[in-house]
């Protein structure tokens, strides 16, 4: 039975990072198989090709990206749950997916309004994100009131869907929501736009141009990360890894590309020493991410986070890349065996990894067809899609 899907996304959509292509190849493979969808989300963020986007009220004060937890996403959410009432009256969807606790809260309103279900799309705890970001410190006396609000609202699906396996083991573990109503969904990769240097004169040609516009100096091995730039991403670990690095192996760059605020980091790798051993060029679109990618030779996601998905890693896998990255549950689920691990925040041990990767090939070689076959046969679109459709169909 085909639906009517009112998604939710209480962020800055679309703005080239994981939860946001998350939430663009979800309706993008709903879309291939026949549903349709319209999408609430804040006033600002870039508009895409076929896909129906309703705005909440343009605020001309606020026009920078949303990036993690901010005071300003209460007005924000306000003027998006107005926004979304609207469209929902207007258009009576069959079927309510929202995406971040913020969505789910307004979606818990709409569903009691319109009788209809409501499918949690979950991509980590909204308290840890807080605390992630500083936003939000333990001893807080909002911390307890919050924690339960996200357990009041988790409640409040038809169906709660995880992007990793962890993050419903640890919802089963807190006892808060019915097990018959979780579900996990892993994060996926469009296999046949992420893939391997194939050899060819003409992708040499776009690498080379590519690296020459970037000013990496030849002869250098790259070391790639793709996402946001944060502590809790990692980022800062990472600028010190590539300090013991390259002082070890000298012909290594540092490709380190995301947003927000590159600015301070070239101003952390300056004071590191570094600044000629590492490129930090900004936000990359993510229609541009697998050229990018591209130029790598081994691939790092250093993120300290415990609770959220890292959907960067199943595009280095498809890239073909060998992946670097801290031992967590999550990379550990996405990656099992084919990654290379070091303990979490141990800027030597992560390093000692990225250094095995460049100097052992066979192994480097090993893991990124291994990612590549890994990546093709269990993180497609199209088979999520199926998944996701199969859990309308129960709620």
Avoid at 66 to 92: C, E, F, N, P
Avoid at 106 to 129: C, H, N, W
Avoid at 275 to 299: C, E, N
Wanted: glycine share 6%; with cysteine.
């Amino acid at each position: 039975m085909l639906q009517k899907i009112l998604m939710i996304a209480p962020t800055s959509f679309f703005a080239d990072y994981g939860c946001h292509v998350r939430i663009w190849e979800e309706m993008r493979a709903l879309q291939r198989l026949g549903h349709q969808l319209v999408l609430t989300t804040y006033h600002n963020g870039d508009d895409l090709p076929g896909l129906e986007i309703r705005r909440s009220w343009d605020l001309p004060w606020l026009k920078r990206t949303m990036v993690g937890s901010s005071r300003h996403k209460i007005y924000l959410d306000l003027a998006l749950s107005w926004r979304t009432l609207r469209v929902a009256l207007a258009w009576q969807p069959t079927i309510i997916h929202a995406h971040l606790h913020e969505g789910a809260l307004i979606g818990a309103v709409l569903k009691r309004l319109l009788r209809i279900p409501l499918i949690f799309d979950y991509q980590g705890s909204m308290t840890s994100e807080m605390l992630d970001h500083s936003f939000l410190k333990p001893h807080s006396p909002f911390y307890l009131p919050l924690v339960t609000l996200e357990q009041k609202v988790n409640q409040q699906a038809d169906a709660l869907i995880t992007s990793t396996h962890n993050a419903a083991y640890l919802l089963r573990q807190a006892g808060t929501v019915k097990p018959h109503r979780l579900h996990t969904i892993l994060d996926c990769v469009d296999t046949d736009r992420f893939r391997p240097f194939d050899g060819s004169a003409a992708w040499e040609a776009q690498r080379q141009k590519l690296r020459a516009a970037l000013g990496i100096p030849e002869g250098r091995k790259i070391v790639v990360y793709l996402g946001l730039l944060a502590p809790y991403q990692g980022t800062n670990i990472l600028l010190q890894a590539a300090q013991i690095l390259t002082s070890r192996l000298p012909a290594v760059h540092f490709l380190i590309m995301g947003y927000p605020d590159p600015v301070s980091y070239q101003k952390y790798a300056a004071s590191l020493g570094i600044s000629d051993k590492v490129t930090l060029p900004g936000r990359i679109f993510y229609r541009d991410a697998h050229a990018y990618l591209a130029l790598g030779d081994v691939a790092v996601a250093p993120k300290m986070s415990m609770t959220e998905g890292s959907g960067k890693i199943s595009n280095y896998m498809a890239m073909g890349l060998p992946v670097v990255t801290f031992e967590t549950p999550v990379s550990r689920e996405i990656l099992g065996d084919l990654g290379l691990y070091a303990p979490l925040g141990n800027a030597s041990a992560l390093a000692e990894q990225l250094a095995l990767a460049l100097e052992n090939q066979s192994l480097a070689q090993h893991l990124g067809e291994g990612g590549r076959s890994r990546a093709r046969s269990a993180f497609s679109w199209e088979r999520a899609a199926q998944q996701f459709e199969a859990i309308y169909q129960t709620v």
